[in-house]
């Protein structure tokens, strides 16, 4: 009995024995999709490209005064949420990261500002510029995924409090 | 049932302890790179694609539109029905709008049944692509322009019009412009060339500038003018036309 729990604590102290955590890297997956679809919408933000649109009205959304903050294409802040998700759930899954309860509770927390985010988005697509973008509602369903890909990290952190 | 049972059973977000983690991890990597070379390659080929073209589609850089004189010696109409005609219907349209496809299928040709083929008028099209909405209207406009340039224009426009809806969504039209220059029995090299170069893109362009300083906003914009007079704006409509030309020829 005792010798089982003390089996047990060693292979809690030991990192490198445990598995990454498979959420993670679902988040990662995610997340680099994420990363591209941002990257063709901001190549299209700054005149690079036409917009493939198959159904919606991409270009009336991308041309509303919404695809802009201040002078940031929004599609930028896509690249750079994306990227920072991708970089902390690969860090997250590394030896000597993977039991990071820091790291989980980052990633979880940008994800829930990610997902409210592209709600805002959705919403004003359909309340407000009356006009819908495949690729934002992509986006949408994306960052919704990654952040319930990102939920186990709760369970985590209350179970190694 | 124990901790350890729960979390075999309903899973911890985490993959099960054992050997297979490194396994994992390969295969992770994998799916990773996968959608890199994946990502990488649609969106380098989208924007590689534009950037090596030499396909002009969209508006050039013009000195001198702003004055009326020379704006008028490049803008250029395309014309049918009776050169001395003593009304003239003009129309600024985008082959890429939907409205105007459905002014080309379906009001035009009444239009000409009733005022161009009898002489009465002649009709104008001058082209007003709406680049920041329609991706593909200016090389729709410069694709009509090349097959101006061997006398099929107006077939060309309908064609256009007609397929609309299959050319409009596709990423790069140019060889659906090509395959409709070849159903018209063009000079398939001599259309090609046109199409991938900058030709006509003046004219396209100084007939957008002339909508602009007409104050066209949309389109169809259907205009009637008797003479050198400045042109009545009618709605896109056969009923509309009419009215516009009878006010005219009552002096109204």
């Known amino acids: 009995m005792t010798s089982s729990a003390g089996t047990s604590a060693a292979a809690s102290k030991q990192p490198s024995l445990r598995p990454p955590p498979r959420n993670r890297m679902v988040v990662a997956v995610l997340s680099l999709m994420g990363v591209f679809i941002a990257l063709y919408l901001l190549a299209h933000s700054i005149g690079l490209i036409p917009l493939i649109c198959g159904v919606g009205s991409c270009e009336t959304v991308q041309s509303s005064q919404w695809a802009m903050v201040g002078p940031v294409p929004v599609p930028l802040i896509g690249v750079a949420g994306y990227g920072s998700l991708l970089v902390l759930a690969i860090l997250g899954i590394q030896p000597s990261w993977k039991d990071s309860r820091g790291i989980g509770l ?22 407000v510029i009356h006009a819908w973008c495949v690729w934002c509602v992509t986006s949408a369903a994306l960052m ?3 952040f319930l890909a990102s939920l186990p990290e709760v369970g985590r952190a209350v179970r190694r409090r | 049932m124990s901790k350890k049972n729960r979390e075999r059973k309903y899973g911890s977000g985490e993959a099960p302890s054992s050997a297979s983690g490194g396994a994992e991890m390969t295969k992770f990597y ?21 950037a090596l073209s030499s396909t002009v589609s969209e508006p050039i850089e013009m000195a001198g539109l702003d004055d009326p004189a020379e704006l008028m010696q490049v803008a250029r109409g395309v014309e ?5 005609a003593p009304i003239s ?9 939907p409205g105007c496809g459905g002014f080309a299928t379906q009001v035009k040709p009444l239009l ?12 104008i099209y001058y082209d007003f692509p709406l680049v920041s909405v329609h991706g593909h209207a200016f090389l729709a406009a410069r694709a009509a322009r090349c097959a ?48 991938k170069s900058d030709r006509h893109a003046d004219v396209v362009t100084a007939n957008m500038q002339l909508g602009y300083q007409l104050q066209i906003q ?7 003018t008797q003479g050198q007079g400045v042109g009545r704006r009618v709605t896109a409509t056969l009923e509309g036309i009419r009215e516009g030309i009878a006010l005219l020829q009552s002096g109204g």
């Open chain 2, 148 to 195: 101006e340039d061997q006398e099929k224009f107006w077939p060309y426009h309908d064609i256009l019009y007609r397929s609309q809806p299959r050319w409009s969504t596709v990423q790069n039209p140019a060889g659906m412009f090509e395959d409709y220059a070849e159903d018209l029995g063009l000079d398939e090299d001599e259309f090609s060339a046109c199409l």
């Open chain 1, 144 to 146: 919704t995924l990654i």
């Open chain 2, 80 to 84: 049918k029905g009776d050169p001395d």
């Open chain 2, 30 to 50: 994998w799916i990773l790179g996968a959608v890199a070379v994946l990502g990488v390659g649609i969106v380098g080929y989208s924007v590689g694609s534009k």
């Open chain 2, 218 to 224: 949309g389109t169809p914009t259907i205009l009637v």
């Open chain 1, 106 to 127: 980052l990633m979880l927390g940008l994800a829930t500002v990610g997902v409210a985010y592209t709600a805002f988005l959705t919403y004003l697509e359909a309340a």
């Open chain 2, 112 to 123: 000409e049944a009733e005022f161009v083929d009898t002489g009465k008028a002649k009709f």
């Open chain 2, 89 to 97: 219907i003009i129309e600024f349209a985008d082959f890429q709008c």
